[in-house]
């Protein structure tokens, strides 16, 4: 925790003592930013008083304030969603991968000679293609070559729904 000093600051002419914790130049600088607003509301109306023009900055940074928390509880929300989404993936994901693996135990227990395509473990997928041609490319060509070919329809991956649509033809 900061100790706590006295910041000396003008506002539109008069001297205050602030104690904060905060560093000075940040407590100056928020002074300055005061005075100017409450200056450039007074040069604006010349009926208001200072007492005026402070109780309308006032209110100016409390809906600000107001609206800063709002915005940050509905990003909270949404990062809070996100990361639940995540976990949810993360499950389904290792799920699969497990069944995978499952079948492919099954499968070598059968001593079949089957190779089998997870489009998702291809390496192009992991990062090594530029661009979504490029892996749809490397994709197919596996496919192709695969005897069995796992695909999670139930997302929205157009590419899953095209390779299977090409696949089903080929086949």
Known sequence: MNPTSR?????CGAKYYISSSEPEAYVKELGAQLSAQI???LAQNHSLSVTDALVLCLLN?????RK?????????????????DA???RIEADEAKREIE????????????????????LPLNEGGASTPAAIFEADYHFQCEATHVFLDLANEDTGSHMALGILLEKK
């Open 102 to 121: 499952r079948l492919r135990r099954e499968l070598a227990k059968r001593d079949v000679d089957v190779q089998i395509v997870n489009p998702i473990d």
């Open 87 to 89: 976990a949810k993936y």
């Open 7 to 11: 910041v000396k600051i003008e506002v």
């Open 39 to 41: 200056s450039d509301m």
């Open 61 to 65: 940074y409390m809906d600000s304030y």
């Open 68 to 84: 800063a928390e709002e915005n940050t509880d509905h990003m909270r929300s949404q990062l809070t969603g996100y990361l639940e």
